[in-house]
C-alpha cells in the first residue's frame, strides 16, 4: 500500500545491496525507517523485537532468513540448525513454522549447490503468494461489507471494529483483516473503522497510520470501548486477523481478542476473522489447550513509547517503581464466537467442516 503516495510492499529484496529490505516497526507511526537485515542474527533480532511483526511477515521474513543461511552455508546441518534458530523467534504466530517448513521441504531434496539460489526464489515466492492471498481475502471480504450496506440507509457508513494491526505492515501488502476495508473503500462503500488501540504496544495506532494513510475514516479507541459501541449499535461487523487457527476453527490472536468476541456475541454483532491459509495449524484442534501463548517482556506493560510534543520519540514509565507487569501476547478465541472465516478461497463457518470444505487436500494431508 502507499506512503506519502509510493507504492511499498512491508519488505523487498535489493538486489543491489544483495539484502533484505524491511520497514522497522518499532519507530511507526512516528518515523519511517528502512532496514538491511544482513546476518542471521538480524534476522532473529527483527522478528524477536518485532521490527516486522504480523503472522504474514514472520513467515516471509522467516523464508528470506533461510535464504540467507543457505548461500553462507548450504549444508544440511546448517538448513536444520537455521531452522531451530528461526522458529525459536516467536512462539505463537504459525506463519513462522510454515515458511520455515516449506522451505526445508523444498530444498532438502536439493544439491547443496543449487540451495541458496533456490532458497532465494522461494522467499519471493512466499511473499509473492502473500501478497495474492490477501487480495483474495479483501475480494471475499468485501462481498460481506457490500451486503451490510445494502441494509444501511443511504450515504450511513458500514461500521467496523478491529483489534491488533492485521494491515498491510503485518502482511507483505493489504494486510488480512484491513484487506476487505481497502477493496470496500475503493469500491465508493462509506466505512469508518473503529480500531482498538490494543496495548500494550498499542498496534491500533499502526492501523490508525495505515487507514488514515489510504484516506478511510476511523476513530483510535481505548480498548475497553468496543463493548459500550456494540451495546449502543455503533458497530456493524468486526474483523480481525489471526495468528494460529486450529483445524476446527479455534482462532488466537492479540490479546484482547476473546473479550471482543464475547461482547459481539452478546450483542449480536458478526464476528469475522480473516484467515490466509498458512495460518491454519491443522495439526492442533482444541486452540486454548494446544496453542503456546507467547509471554513478551512485561516492561512492554509497564513502559510505554510515543513521540513528545518537542517531537521526539521517547519511552515514559506508566507504573510505579518496581510494580510486576503481566503480558500473555495472546489469546484464543473459541470457534463458537466466531461468525465465520474470511479466506483466500471463500468464507465459511469457523468449524472442522467448515475448513474441510475449503480446504479438502489440507484436510486429507493432516489426517
Ligand atoms: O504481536 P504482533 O503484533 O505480531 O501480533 C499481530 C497480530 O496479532 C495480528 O492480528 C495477526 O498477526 C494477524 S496479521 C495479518
Known amino acids: 500500500m502507499k506512503v506519502d503516495g509510493t507504492h511499498y510492499r512491508s519488505l523487498w529484496w535489493d538486489a543491489d545491496k544483495g539484502a533484505l529490505q524491511i520497514i522497522d516497526q518499532r519507530w511507526l507511526p512516528h518515523d519511517f525507517r528502512v532496514q538491511s537485515v544482513t546476518t542471521m542474527e538480524d534476522f532473529a533480532a527483527a522478528i524477536v523485537e518485532m521490527r516486522v511483526r504480523g503472522a504474514p511477515l514472520i513467515g516471509a521474513t522467516a523464508a528470506y532468513g533461510m535464504a540467507l543461511a543457505m548461500a553462507q552455508d548450504p549444508s544440511d546441518a546448517n538448513m536444520d ?11 505463537t504466530a504459525i506463519n513462522l513454522r510454515w515458511a520455515l517448513d516449506r522451505c526445508r521441504a523444498a530444498l532438502r531434496p536439493l544439491p547443496p549447490a543449487d540451495r541458496a539460489a533456490a532458497a532465494l526464489t522461494l522467499a519471493h515466492e512466499i511473499a509473492d503468494e502473500d501478497v495474492e492471498i490477501n487480495r483474495n481475502i479483501g475480494l471475499n471480504g468485501l462481498e460481506l461489507i457490500k451486503q451490510i ?16 494491526n492485521a494491515g498491510w505492515i503485518a502482511t507483505v501488502d493489504w494486510g488480512t483483516a484491513t484487506s476487505p476495508m481497502y477493496h470496500a ?3 465508493g462503500i462509506a466505512l469508518h473503522v473503529w480500531v ?5 504496544r498499542n498496534q491500533g495506532a499502526l492501523t490508525s497510520w495505515e487507514l488514515g494513510s489510504h484516506g478511510i475514516p476511523h476513530t483510535y479507541i481505548t480498548d475497553n ?5 456494540m451495546q449502543h449499535g455503533q ?20 490479546i484482547g481478542t476473546y473479550l471482543k468476541a464475547l461482547a459481539a456475541k452478546d450483542n449480536g454483532v458478526p464476528f469475522y476473522v480473516a484467515l490466509p491459509s498458512p495460518t491454519i495449524d491443522w495439526t492442533v484442534t482444541d486452540g486454548v489447550a494446544e496453542i503456546p501463548i507467547e509471554e513478551r517482556d512485561a516492561r512492554e506493560t509497564t513502559h510505554i513509547q510515543g513521540r513528545t510534543e518537542a517531537g521526539e520519540i521517547g519511552v515514559v ?6 510494580t510486576p507487569g503481566g503480558n500473555p501476547a495472546f489469546d484464543v478465541t473459541p470457534n463458537h464466537l466466531v461468525t465465520g472465516l474470511i479466506t483466500e478461497r471463500g468464507v465459511c463457518e469457523a468449524s472442522a467442516a467448515g ?5 479438502p487436500e489440507m484436510t486429507k494431508a493432516a489426517e
Open 81 to 91: 540448525a537455521a531452522w531451530t534458530y528461526l522458529n525459536a523467534t516467536r512462539p
Open 149 to 164: 450496506a445494502a441494509e444501511k440507509p443511504a450515504g450511513e457508513p458500514v461500521r467496523l471494529l478491529t483489534h491488533c
Open 185 to 187: 473503500h475503493d469500491a
Open 196 to 200: 482498538d488501540e490494543t496495548r500494550p
Open 225 to 229: 470501548a468496543g463493548g459500550h459501541l
Open 235 to 254: 458497530v456493524d461487523m468486526v474483523i480481525t486477523g489471526t495468528d494460529r487457527t486450529t483445524r476446527r476453527g479455534d482462532v488466537c490472536n492479540k
Open 317 to 322: 514509565q506508566v507504573t510505579p517503581d518496581g
Open 355 to 359: 475448513l474441510a470444505q475449503l480446504f
